[in-house]
């Protein structure tokens, strides 16, 4: 994996988490902490999804996050109550 294969992970990382925060209606978590959640929600929506969205590219990447992050955060905030 070089630099560039890193810096694409975190930067969809952190988009997938933000907006993932933006559709919970979550105050947010910084920088890191979207970048976290993100990454977990990718990991989370390809074992749901597969490569369902594999064939839109970095797009598909997106979504794929955006829909994991959003179980993760829903799953999270069932046990935390604000």
């Known amino acids: 994996m070089d ?5 694409v ?6 988009v997938a988490g933000w907006l993932a925060g933006q ?10 902490g979207n970048i976290i959640v993100g990454i977990i929600g990718s990991l989370i929506g ?4 597969g ?3 594999s064939s839109l590219g970095i797009i598909g990447s997106i979504i ?3 829909v994991g992050a ?3 955060l ?7 109550k604000k």
Do not use: C, E, Q, R
Request: no cysteine; glycine share 20%; proline share 0%.
């Open 3 to 7: 630099i560039v294969s890193v810096v």
């Open 9 to 14: 992970w975190l930067v969809i990382g952190a």
């Open 23 to 32: 559709i919970m209606k979550g105050g947010g978590f910084g920088v890191v």
């Open 46 to 49: 390809g074992f749901l999804l």
């Open 51 to 53: 490569g369902l969205l």
């Open 64 to 66: 794929t996050a955006v």
């Open 70 to 72: 959003v179980i993760l």
């Open 74 to 80: 829903f799953v999270v905030g069932l046990f935390i």
